[in-house]
Protein backbone atom coordinates (compact mmCIF):
# COMPACT_ATOMS: atom_id res chain seq x y z
CA UNK A 1 0.00 0.00 0.00
CA UNK A 2 1.35 3.89 -0.33
CA UNK A 3 1.58 5.36 2.06
CA UNK A 4 2.36 9.51 2.78
CA UNK A 5 3.70 10.61 5.89
CA UNK A 6 3.98 14.55 6.59
CA UNK A 7 6.69 16.35 9.11
CA UNK A 8 7.55 19.24 9.87
CA UNK A 9 4.62 20.74 11.95
CA UNK A 10 4.89 22.50 15.21
CA UNK A 11 3.99 25.85 17.54
CA UNK A 12 5.27 29.12 15.76
CA UNK A 13 4.96 32.45 16.63
CA UNK A 14 2.82 34.76 14.48
CA UNK A 15 5.15 36.23 11.72
CA UNK A 16 6.89 33.04 11.93
CA UNK A 17 7.71 30.45 9.06
CA UNK A 18 7.79 26.36 9.01
CA UNK A 19 9.02 24.29 6.72
CA UNK A 20 6.50 20.88 6.03
CA UNK A 21 7.57 17.77 4.12
CA UNK A 22 5.74 15.06 2.81
CA UNK A 23 7.11 11.56 1.36
CA UNK A 24 4.86 9.25 -0.44
CA UNK A 25 6.76 5.74 -0.15
CA UNK A 26 5.62 1.84 -1.23
CA UNK A 27 4.62 0.85 -5.08
CA UNK A 28 3.73 3.91 -7.08
CA UNK A 29 3.21 3.14 -11.05
CA UNK A 30 2.73 6.53 -11.76
CA UNK A 31 2.82 9.87 -9.67
CA UNK A 32 0.70 13.26 -10.64
CA UNK A 33 -0.36 16.30 -8.57
CA UNK A 34 0.71 16.38 -4.96
CA UNK A 35 -0.33 19.36 -2.21
CA UNK A 36 -1.70 20.47 0.78
CA UNK A 37 -5.58 20.70 2.52
CA UNK A 38 -5.73 21.82 5.79
CA UNK A 39 -8.38 21.78 8.70
CA UNK A 40 -9.01 23.75 11.44
CA UNK A 41 -11.18 22.97 14.45
CA UNK A 42 -14.99 23.53 13.55
CA UNK A 43 -14.18 24.14 9.83
CA UNK A 44 -13.96 22.60 6.33
CA UNK A 45 -10.75 20.45 4.79
CA UNK A 46 -9.99 23.31 2.50
CA UNK A 47 -7.47 23.30 -0.44
CA UNK A 48 -3.85 25.26 0.82
CA UNK A 49 -2.14 24.72 -2.54
CA UNK A 50 -1.62 22.35 -5.07
CA UNK A 51 1.43 21.36 -7.47
CA UNK A 52 1.80 19.24 -11.05
CA UNK A 53 4.48 17.31 -12.19
CA UNK A 54 5.59 19.87 -14.56
CA UNK A 55 5.60 22.57 -11.45
CA UNK A 56 2.44 24.80 -11.98
CA UNK A 57 1.33 25.38 -9.04
CA UNK A 58 -2.05 27.16 -7.08
CA UNK A 59 -2.82 28.64 -3.93
CA UNK A 60 -6.23 29.47 -1.98
CA UNK A 61 -6.27 33.35 -1.79
CA UNK A 62 -5.34 33.47 2.10
CA UNK A 63 -1.91 32.48 1.58
CA UNK A 64 -0.39 33.66 -1.98
CA UNK A 65 3.01 35.52 -1.22
CA UNK A 66 3.16 33.88 2.17
CA UNK A 67 3.63 30.11 1.10
CA UNK A 68 5.41 28.33 -1.23
CA UNK A 69 4.89 24.76 -2.63
CA UNK A 70 7.87 22.40 -4.23
CA UNK A 71 8.34 19.09 -4.72
CA UNK A 72 10.86 16.63 -6.00
CA UNK A 73 9.40 14.33 -8.47
CA UNK A 74 12.03 11.74 -8.27
CA UNK A 75 12.09 10.99 -4.52
CA UNK A 76 8.12 11.77 -4.37
CA UNK A 77 8.21 14.41 -1.96
CA UNK A 78 6.20 17.66 -1.60
CA UNK A 79 7.08 20.93 0.38
CA UNK A 80 5.22 23.57 1.83
CA UNK A 81 7.63 26.81 2.80
CA UNK A 82 4.97 28.73 5.00
CA UNK A 83 6.32 32.26 5.79
CA UNK A 84 4.53 35.00 7.65
CA UNK A 85 2.28 32.87 9.45
CA UNK A 86 -0.62 33.99 11.42
CA UNK A 87 -3.17 32.39 13.92
CA UNK A 88 -6.03 32.47 11.14
CA UNK A 89 -3.24 29.34 9.50
CA UNK A 90 -3.58 27.10 12.54
CA UNK A 91 -4.70 23.94 11.29
CA UNK A 92 -4.29 20.24 10.92
CA UNK A 93 -2.44 20.27 7.16
CA UNK A 94 -2.82 17.13 5.15
CA UNK A 95 -0.96 16.09 2.38
CA UNK A 96 -2.62 14.48 -0.47
CA UNK A 97 -0.99 12.77 -4.19
CA UNK A 98 -3.07 12.46 -7.17
CA UNK A 99 -1.33 8.79 -8.22
CA UNK A 100 -1.74 5.46 -9.59
CA UNK A 101 -0.31 2.35 -7.02
CA UNK A 102 1.84 -0.25 -8.66
CA UNK A 103 -0.42 -3.29 -10.48
CA UNK A 104 -3.67 -0.63 -10.25
CA UNK A 105 -4.75 0.66 -13.64
CA UNK A 106 -6.69 3.71 -12.11
CA UNK A 107 -6.03 7.26 -10.35
CA UNK A 108 -6.80 7.64 -6.93
CA UNK A 109 -6.08 9.55 -4.11
CA UNK A 110 -4.39 8.86 -1.00
CA UNK A 111 -3.56 11.12 2.23
CA UNK A 112 -1.13 11.68 5.16
CA UNK A 113 -2.43 11.32 8.79
CA UNK A 114 -1.57 15.16 9.13
CA UNK A 115 0.38 17.19 11.15
CA UNK A 116 -0.57 20.24 13.38
CA UNK A 117 0.54 23.47 12.27
CA UNK A 118 -0.03 26.19 15.64
CA UNK A 119 0.31 30.22 15.15
CA UNK A 120 0.12 31.42 18.51
CA UNK A 121 1.62 33.89 20.96
Known amino acids: QVQLVESGGGLVQPGGSLRLSCAASGSIKSMNDMGWYRQAPGKQRELVAH???????EYTDSVKGRFTISRDTAKNTVHLQMNSLKPEDTAVYYC???????????????WGQGTQVTVSS
Open 96 to 110: YAYLIGAGSYYWDDY
Open 51 to 57: ISPGGST
